[in-house]
């Protein structure tokens, strides 16, 4: 069973940058594709990054050139650098593994971290 256990959340102002971390569970990172959900207060989750196994990386298109997915496999951390925050941003973050690839549909992550609250204002 995968383990996903984020942090970094807050709150930050408009322009602002924060940084997510996913520690995951031994093997994980590198080894499936990962990624990050977020879901805004009576919103569907919509998925925002991934990241295959070899590295590639996926972005929906509200988050690209502004936010930036990587992994360390050595220490099993998934991370989400958000860049040029927006109040549009603020949302639950959520830490996942994708059953497949990347896709901003939530059926498509099999694994679910607790979330991550972002606040931007």
């Known amino acids: 069973h995968v383990q996903l256990v984020e942090s970094g959340g807050g709150s930050v102002q408009v322009g602002g940058s924060l940084r997510l971390s996913c520690v995951a569970s031994v093997d994980t990172i590198g080894r499936y594709c990962m990624g990050w959900f977020r879901q805004i207060p009576d919103k569907e989750r919509e998925g925002v990054a991934g990241?295959?196994?070899?590295?590639?990386?996926s972005y929906a298109d509200s988050v690209k050139s502004r936010f930036t997915v990587s992994q360390d496999s050595a220490r099993n951390i998934l991370y989400l650098q958000m860049n040029s925050l927006k109040p549009e941003d603020t949302a639950v973050y959520y830490c996942?593994?994708?059953?497949?690839?990347?896709?901003?549909?939530?059926?498509?992550?099999?694994?679910w971290g607790q979330g991550t609250q972002v606040t931007v204002s």
């Open positions: 990241i295959e196994s070899d590295g590639s990386t």
């Open positions: 996942v593994r994708f059953g497949s690839q990347f896709a901003t549909l939530a059926s498509s992550a099999v694994n």
